[in-house]
């Protein structure tokens, strides 16, 4: 089984530039999360994603960060403009929620983002 | 912001030994989770453990939770150069409190040296 994909795996910007990062989730998940990670922390999470619609958003800098899931599969994630304080790792994540707490979240590789 | 605190922040050791890490929490959970991350596989599910549980057993993991104490602790037994990562403690917390969002510690970086 195919895991969760994320593209691109690195991505070197100069700020104030946009950049976007793609996630694609396990099949026949129906939740699907972005999480931003920062050196030698833990993952935080951005959005949570329940098939079309963002449940829990409420950790998303909406000045500058957007996200979209589509026909409730495919979800991208977009910075506009980038600042120096955004380099970081930016992991997406699915699950198949039951409406349990005990869900299993799967996490994909990351993608890797550096602002000069 | 991270709800988990765990210790210790590194751990080196030698193959075969144990290592023990422990996480700290602050509020009320549903369960608490633990996660393996290395640059070969992203970060992994290793093991859930719930409220109403007080230790659980996989493999070589042994996952124990003090909800009195707002603590957790994961063993790893006959530790290999494998076991290499950092460890991460997760909350998952009641869905009124935090609509069931997963919140991670700082991880314990552990070295398990051949």
């Known amino acids: 089984e195919a895991g969760v994909v994320q593209s691109p795996r690195y991505k070197i910007i100069e700020k104030k530039q946009p950049v976007a990062f793609w996630c694609n989730p396990i099949?026949?998940?129906?939740?699907l999360y972005w999480y931003l990670q920062n050196l030698g922390q833990g993952p935080e999470l951005l959005i949570r994603?329940?098939?079309?619609?963002?449940?829990?958003d409420s950790q998303l800098p909406k000045d500058r960060f957007s996200a979209e899931r589509l026909k409730g599969v495919d979800s991208t994630l977009k910075i506009q403009p980038a600042e120096l304080g955004d380099s970081a790792v930016y992991l997406c994540a699915s699950s198949f929620s039951s409406g349990y707490s005990t869900d299993t979240q799967y996490f994909g590789p990351g993608t890797r983002l550096t602002v000069l | 912001s991270q709800q988990g605190e765990e210790d210790p922040q590194a751990l080196s050791i030698q193959e075969g030994e144990n290592a023990t890490m422990n996480c700290s929490y602050k509020t009320s959970i549903n369960n608490l989770q633990w996660y393996r991350q290395n640059s070969g596989r992203g970060l992994v599910h290793l093991i859930l453990i719930r409220s109403n549980e007080r230790e659980k057993h996989s493999g070589r993991l042994r996952v124990t939770l003090d909800t009195s104490k707002k603590s957790s602790s994961l063993l790893i037994t006959a530790s290999r150069a494998a076991d290499t990562a950092s460890y991460f403690c997760?909350?998952?917390?009641?869905?009124?409190?935090?609509?069931?969002?997963?919140?991670f510690g700082e991880g314990t970086q552990l070295t398990v040296n051949p």
């Open positions: 997760a909350t998952r917390g009641e869905p009124e409190t935090s609509g069931s969002r997963l919140t």
């Open positions: 099949s026949g998940h129906n939740t």
């Open positions: 994603y329940e098939n079309e619609e963002a449940v829990d």
